[in-house]
C-alpha cells in the first residue's frame, strides 16, 4: 500500500519529470522552430545505440528517425536554445553529428508556400502533385468506388477520437478464399508521403485494371491509407510536424496523444516506449487504448486467415523493416521474409534506381507490424520507410510523390505475384 508520503509525492515528481519535457510536448509553432535544425549522428557502438534510445525515451527532443541499429543514422530535430546542450550531450558519447537540415523553418516556410499554391490554382480533386487533406482522400475513395463497383468498395470501420469517419476500400474481383494484401498508411501524421504513396498505388490499380488483371483476379486487398485521421488533419491546421493521435491523455500539461504505432497489443510498451503522455513514443494507458487502432485490428483480425502479407508506410529513411520491433531476436521464418523484402526492394530499385535497405527493425514495441505477425499471424508483415534518406525528411516536396508512387508499385507488384504464385488455392 503506498504510504502517505509516496501519495503526495508522486503527482510532484511527476510534475516536474513533464515539466522537463516541455519542449517535446508544445506544439512545433513557427517562433519556437526559428533556428531549430536536424542532426545527424551514426552509432559506432551498441552502447551509443542504447544512449540514444535513452535520449529519445527522455523526450527532450525531437527524433525524426529512430536509433536501431550500429551504422543506421539517427536524425533529431533540435530546437535552436537546446543546440549548445545537445551538442554537448553527443560529444560525450563521442558521438559526432552532421548538420542535416540547416534550417527546418524555411523548409517548413517552402512547403506552406508550395502547398497554398497548388490548393489556389486547383480544385481540390485528388491529384498526386500536391498533398491533400483528409476528407479529400475520404471523398476519392467513394467516388473511385463508385467508378468501378464490380472491383472495389468501400465500407465505414469506425470513427476516430474527434469523430471523423475511417474508411477502408477493397479490391480485387477473385472473390473471397484468395489471398489477400491489408496495407494501411499514415500511422504517424506528419508522413505526407505515406497516404499519398498508398492512394497512388490504389489509383494505378483501379484506373489501369486491364494491365493488373492476373493480380486482380488473384490477389484481394485491402487499403486503409489514413488510420491517424485526427493527426493527419492537425499536420494540415496547428502543426506540420504532428506525430501522435489527438487523442486526451489527461495530462497535467495539456500533452496530448498517443504514438499509434506503440500502442498495439504485442509484448507491449517492453522497450522503446515510453509512460509519459508528453513523450513522442508515448504508448498509451493500455495496449490498443486509441480508437484508432482498435478500429484498423478488428478490420484485420476479421480477415486474418486470409491475410497474407500486412504492409504498413511509413517515412523516412527508404527501407524495407520485417519484425520483431520488441526484441533484436528475428522471427524463425525471418529468412523467408527477408528474402521477399530483398526481391520487393529489387522491383523498387529497378524504376527511379532508389535504394532501400532490407533490416529487421528492433528497438521499439507496439508497433503494428508486430501485432501482425505475432497476433494476428500474417506471415509476410513489414514496415515501409519511404522517401527520402533526410535531405527533407518529413517535408518532402510534392514533386517526389509520383516517382515514390512509381517504384513503391512495382514494389507491391513483386509482392503480390509472390502471394499469388505461394498461395494459389
Ligand atoms: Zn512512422
Not at 499519398?196 to 487499403?223: C, G, H, P, Q, W
Request: glycine content about 8%; aromatic content about 10%; proline content about 5%.
Amino acid at each position: 500500500m503506498p504510504t502517505l508520503a509516496h501519495t503526495i509525492m508522486r503527482p510532484l515528481v511527476l510534475l516536474a519529470s513533464s515539466l522537463l519535457v516541455l519542449g517535446a510536448a508544445r506544439p512545433h509553432d513557427c517562433t519556437n522552430l526559428h533556428g531549430a535544425q536536424v542532426l545527424r549522428v551514426v552509432p559506432e557502438r551498441a552502447g551509443q545505440v542504447h544512449y540514444l534510445r535513452g535520449l529519445l525515451l527522455q523526450g527532450n527532443y525531437d527524433f525524426w528517425t529512430e536509433p536501431r541499429a550500429v551504422g543506421h543514422p539517427v536524425d533529431i530535430m533540435v530546437r535552436a536554445f537546446q543546440l549548445p546542450q545537445l551538442k554537448k550531450t553527443l560529444s560525450q558519447v563521442g558521438l559526432r553529428y552532421t548538420v542535416k537540415i540547416s534550417n527546418v523553418a524555411a523548409l517548413l516556410a517552402k512547403e506552406r508556400t508550395t502547398q497554398e499554391a497548388a490548393r489556389a490554382s486547383g480544385s481540390r480533386a485528388m491529384d498526386w502533385t500536391s498533398y491533400h487533406t483528409y476528407q479529400e482522400i475520404m471523398d476519392w475513395l467513394e467516388s473511385l468506388a463508385a467508378d468501378h463497383p464490380d472491383l472495389c468498395k468501400v465500407e465505414n470501420v469506425g470513427s476516430s477520437f474527434e469523430g471523423r469517419t475511417m474508411k477502408m476500400l477493397t479490391l480485387g474481383k477473385g472473390g473471397p478464399g484468395k489471398p489477400a494484401i491489408f496495407i494501411d498508411g499514415g500511422i504517424h501524421a506528419r508522413e505526407w508521403i505515406s497516404p499519398a504513396t498508398v492512394t497512388y498505388m490504389i489509383n494505378e490499380l483501379v484506373t489501369k485494371r486491364d494491365t493488373y488483371d492476373d493480380i486482380l483476379s488473384n490477389v484481394n486487398f485491402y487499403f486503409m491509407p489514413s488510420i491517424n485521421p485526427d493527426g493527419y488533419d492537425y499536420t494540415f491546421t496547428d502543426d506540420r510536424l504532428w506525430r501522435k493521435t489527438r487523442s486526451d491523455t489527461n495530462s497535467l500539461l495539456g500533452c496530448m496523444g498517443v504514438d499509434p504505432n506503440r500502442n498495439w497489443g504485442f509484448h507491449w510498451m517492453e522497450i522503446g516506449a515510453s509512460d509519459d503522455p508528453c513523450s513522442e513514443v508515448y504508448a498509451g494507458t493500455e495496449p490498443f487504448s486509441e480508437v484508432e487502432m482498435r478500429n484498423v485490428r478488428d478490420q484485420i483480425s476479421q480477415r486474418s486467415s486470409s491475410i497474407k502479407v500486412y504492409l504498413t508506410y511509413h517515412s523516412y529513411s527508404q527501407v524495407w523493416l520485417y519484425p520483431w520491433g520488441w526484441t533484436s531476436q528475428p522471427p524463425e521464418d525471418w529468412q523467408d521474409l527477408k528474402d521477399l523484402a530483398q526481391s520487393a526492394a529489387e522491383g523498387v530499385l529497378s524504376v527511379h534506381g532508389t535504394l532501400y535497405d532490407v533490416h529487421n527493425s528492433g528497438g521499439a514495441a507496439g508497433g503494428s507490424d508486430d501485432w501482425a505477425k505475432g497476433e494476428a499471424n500474417v506471415k509476410y508483415s513489414y514496415t515501409i520507410e519511404l522517401r527520402d534518406t533526410g535531405e527533407y525528411g518529413f517535408l518532402l516536396p510534392p514533386e517526389q510523390i509520383i516517382p515514390t508512387g512509381e517504384e513503391n508499385l512495382e514494389g507491391l507488384k513483386v509482392v503480390a505475384n509472390f502471394i499469388k504464385d505461394t498461395y494459389d488455392p
